[in-house]
């Protein structure tokens, strides 16, 4: 017992402590880095009409535009994200059937040198001529991922009776 005491605890104290900052730092790091997902209300839109935005707060909002209009089958078209007030630093576009399960499409934007962001997308072909899509713009920021979600259609309704 004697020669424990007699060395010095100083040593093995500051490595103790610089594990336990290390493991707590780690720990706080892990729980910050997963950003919160937040679905905003959007009013009814449907982006093969027009453009569509949503209301995040305080003058913050978000709007996605798909041109041509209407948006043909099988063919590629431009998405276009305008932000206000918010640091993006990725942005997605996801489409989903809706009444045919087609799986799930995703497209990363890129930005543009004006601040947009923007991609050109070709969603798969539907036999019966048009194709309604679930379509959810999700805005990752560093604390939060914003989700809005749209309705599109893409190719000819006539031919469905709608």
Known sequence: MKRILSRPLIPHVVVVLLLVGIVIVGARRESGSAPTLRELATPPCRLDHGSCRA?????RWIELTVEPRPVPAGTPFSAL???HGIDARQVDLEFEGTDMNMGLFRQVLVRS???FFEAR???PVCATGAMRWKTRLLVHSADETLMA???LTT???SHTGT
Do not use: S, Y
């Not at 209301?55 to 003058?59: F, V």
């Open 113 to 115: 040198p004006t601040g």
């Open 81 to 83: 994200v305008v932000l």
């Open 149 to 151: 979600p749209f309705d």
């Open 155 to 157: 190719g000819d309704l």
């Open 55 to 59: 209301a995040i707060d305080a003058g």
């Open 121 to 123: 997308i070709t969603l």
